[in-house]
């Protein structure tokens, strides 16, 4: 039996990244073809020697199942509010069957939920059914929203700007860096804030609704749009200025310019107090 120190360490390092990564061999890449010519055509136990207690294949187990396990901590943990919504038990069924078709690729583990909430729509249950039930939508939309809200806090951007006040001209208004505003089908600002100040929110009915999400100085913000706020602040994200997003709403989405004119007073005056602007420089 060859001798695993025989390996270089940097050829075995990668194999055993392998083995860990995707110890299901869902991807293309073979472990053994890092390895030296003289170990690629041999098996396992060619790296890896049997001891007295376990052969060769359960000493690697061991380790596999550490690493799932810290993988699925880690889902866990990214999206605890759809763990608590679906049960722990059923999460971790998800969680373990998409690690098995989403592999880790890094050794950063930011990416890890990347695919979950595409993954939830792709094994829907009822998929191929005319009627779908309205569950699988509320997951996928809090699995969205759970990744989203972490991509957002984790986002590089500039911090070093003058927030807008009330006497800031509205030519000069843009919206902070970090803005993003959402729609969904079911209230999922709200079950995510109940279950993140520690309540036990139930699984709520459908219905539209729309927030915003802002960071400032690390800290995220949620706050509940309605529909002519949320086209409104997107017009704005895209780099419009007020005047242009103004004449985007009424145009494209049939907002009546008088009524406009009589609610924007108060929408400035609010989002200034709830630090959506910034000064334009």
């Not at 993954?119 to 990744?147: G, H, N, Q, S, V």
Request: glycine share 6%.
């Amino acid at each position: 039996m060859a001798e695993s120190t025989n390996i270089p360490l940097s050829s075995f390092q990668q194999w055993m990244q392998q083995m860990l990564l995707d110890p299901h061999g869902q991807t293309e890449v073979d472990p053994m073809q890092v390895l030296p010519g003289a170990f690629q055509g041999g098996g396992l136990e060619s790296v890896i020697n049997d001891s007295k207690r376990l052969p060769a294949r359960e000493h690697l187990a061991i380790y596999q199942r550490s690493y799932i396990a810290r993988l699925r901590d880690c889902m866990a943990k990214q999206f605890s509010a759809l763990e608590y919504a679906l049960g722990e038990e059923l999460f971790c069924g998800f969680a373990d069957n998409y690690l098995e078709l989403y592999p880790s690729s890094s050794y950063n583990l930011m990416n890890l939920g990347a695919h979950f909430a595409d993954y939830l729509e792709d094994t829907r249950p009822d998929k191929d059914d005319p009627l779908k039930e309205e569950w699988p939508d509320f997951m996928i939309e809090l699995a969205r929203f759970e990744y989203a809200t972490l991509i957002i806090f984790e986002e590089q951007a500039d911090e070093d700007f003058v927030l807008a006040g009330d006497q800031t001209p509205e030519e000069e208004l843009r919206l902070i860096p970090v803005f993003y505003a959402f729609y969904f089908q079911f209230p999922i600002r709200w079950f995510y804030s109940e279950f993140v100040n520690g309540n036990k929110p139930g699984m709520p009915y459908a219905q539209d609704t729309f927030c915003a999400v802002v960071r400032r100085n690390y800290k995220l913000a949620l706050f509940d749009l309605n529909p002519g706020q949320y086209y409104f602040l997107n017009y704005l994200k895209e780099g419009g200025s007020v005047s242009e997003a103004k004449q985007l709403l009424c145009k494209n989405q049939g907002f009546d310019s008088g009524k406009l004119e009589e609610v924007w007073p108060v929408w400035k005056e609010k989002w200034i107090e709830q630090g959506f602007f910034r000064v334009d420089s």
